[in-house]
């Protein structure tokens, strides 16, 4: 009993240190996917921003704290006869375990930042003739969408590479169509719009 009670104890410690390493990353990485699946909205952004923030200060003083018991786990697993191996091999893991954080969390911001410098486009056709020749041209690239028929739809990203606006060019009723979806874009500045065209080239572009 009186060996058993410090390799418990040291064991104990261990955990803790693996719950610091293991919790931000879970933490982040459901809610990078649930932000990615979620349409957000300009006023909810702040929101999001905050969260991130909190995140990241949380997983910082986790980081830390298994820093610290994992040094706690080295001294009681040694003097509670932990065999040097184990000893090393539990350390090495769990130290990755908890520095992997850092990598995690630049790679979960860069991702976050390109889906917030992304201009998204959801095209709907509401009308009963078919929208021909689509394409949908922005600053630095454009996109040939092709025929969208009677209540098809479409989905878009892309980034700009310059200021400048979001146009389209089509045909709708034997008739050619052109105009602007977005008056002015930027770089690192996304947006999600919907637009639906709904008969004789209208078409309404609203934020989603």
């Given at each position: 009993m009186e060996r058993d009670s410090p390799l418990k104890s040291s064991g104990?410690?261990?955990?803790?240190?693996?719950?610091?390493?293991?919790?931000?990353?879970?933490?982040?990485?459901?809610?990078?996917?649930?932000?990615?699946q979620s349409e957000v909205s300009s006023s909810e952004m702040d929101g999001w921003v905050e969260a991130g923030v909190s995140i990241l200060m949380g997983g910082v003083a986790l980081i830390s704290v298994g820093l610290v018991t994992l040094g706690v786990y080295l001294v009681k697993g040694s003097r509670g006869g932990v065999p040097k191996r184990d000893l090393a091999q539990n350390a090495i893991l769990t130290l990755i375990l908890l520095l992997?954080?850092?990598?995690?969390?630049?790679?979960?911001?860069w991702v976050a930042g390109d889906s917030l410098s992304r201009v998204g486009l959801s095209l709907?056709?509401?009308?009963?003739?078919?929208?021909?020749?689509?394409?949908?041209?922005?600053?630095?690239?454009?996109?040939?969408?092709?025929?969208?028929?009677?209540?098809?739809?479409?989905?878009?990203?892309?980034?700009?590479?310059?200021d400048g606006t979001v146009g389209f060019t089509a045909?709708?009723?034997?008739?050619?169509?052109?105009?602007?979806?977005?008056?002015?874009?930027?770089?690192?500045?996304?947006?999600?719009m919907r637009v639906v065209f709904s008969g004789d080239c209208e078409v309404r572009v609203t934020e989603r």
């Open positions: 104990i410690w261990l955990r803790v240190a693996i719950t610091c390493g293991a919790l931000p990353l879970v933490v982040g990485v459901v809610t990078l996917i649930i932000f990615l992997a954080n850092f990598p995690a969390a630049l790679a979960c911001i709907v056709n509401e009308s009963d003739a078919i929208v021909e020749d689509l394409n949908i041209t922005w600053p630095g690239g454009d996109q040939y969408i092709g025929d969208l028929g009677s209540q098809d739809s479409a989905e878009l990203s892309f980034h700009v590479s310059s045909r709708q009723g034997g008739a050619p169509c052109e105009g602007n979806l977005i008056g002015y874009v930027t770089t690192n500045m996304g947006e999600t």
